[in-house]
């Protein structure tokens, strides 16, 4: 704005610049208080992140096969990919996800599978959801006929058709 110091000159005066980021977005170029900017108007684009308030010009990459939405704000929006699981078993996400190939008898078309959700095909089985160890049901012949009817599941009894338990059903 402009103000009068009393002696009858016109002076330029600026209110302070926050030159600080919301999470998730960051700043092609560093403004000037005399030009006509818009602070932090890049969103990061999907597959990339960044944390904090700061200056940054630039957003961090999600770790090796992983995604974000555009705007995300931390490592721990990064998941992993289509045809990956993370089989990372810790709570914390602070590191980001720790992608691997989804393992054969597994369907990981969607991504964000963890080694938690991983959804078997049917024919397979595995024995807990903690384990990456998805091995081919006995009785698999076809998908139609095998007691393995594969998903995803919380108890390892859910894996099994009707009428069946057990290590591979």
């Known amino acids: 704005h402009v103000d009068n110091d009393g002696s009858g000159a016109l002076i330029e005066s600026f209110a302070p610049i926050d030159?600080?980021?919301?999470?998730?977005?960051?700043m092609e170029t560093v403004g000037s208080t005399k030009q006509n900017f818009e602070t932090c108007a890049q969103i990061c684009e999907a597959g990339y992140y960044h944390v904090g308030t700061d200056t940054a010009l630039y957003c961090d990459v999600c770790p090796t096969d992983a995604t974000?939405?555009?705007?995300?704000?931390s490592i721990s929006e990064c998941v992993c990919e289509s045809?990956?699981?993370?089989?990372?078993l810790e709570l914390d996400l602070s590191n980001g996800p720790l992608c691997a190939a989804c393992p054969l008898g597994a369907n990981c078309d969607v991504a964000?599978?963890?080694v938690r959700t991983l959804r078997l095909l049917a024919?397979?089985?595995?024995?807990?959801?903690?384990?990456?160890?998805?091995?081919?049901?006995?009785?698999?012949?076809?998908n139609e006929t095998t007691g393995c009817v594969g998903g995803v599941w919380t108890d390892p009894a859910d894996q099994c058709a009707d009428g069946l338990a057990g290590v591979f059903c």
């Open 68 to 73: 974000s939405n555009a705007g995300a704000a």
């Open 112 to 114: 964000g599978s963890t």
């Open 19 to 26: 030159w600080s980021c919301q999470p998730g977005a960051w």
């Open 123 to 142: 024919g397979y089985y595995r024995q807990s959801t903690n384990t990456t160890d998805v091995r081919q049901c006995l009785d698999h012949h076809s």
């Open 83 to 88: 045809g990956f699981f993370d089989w990372n």
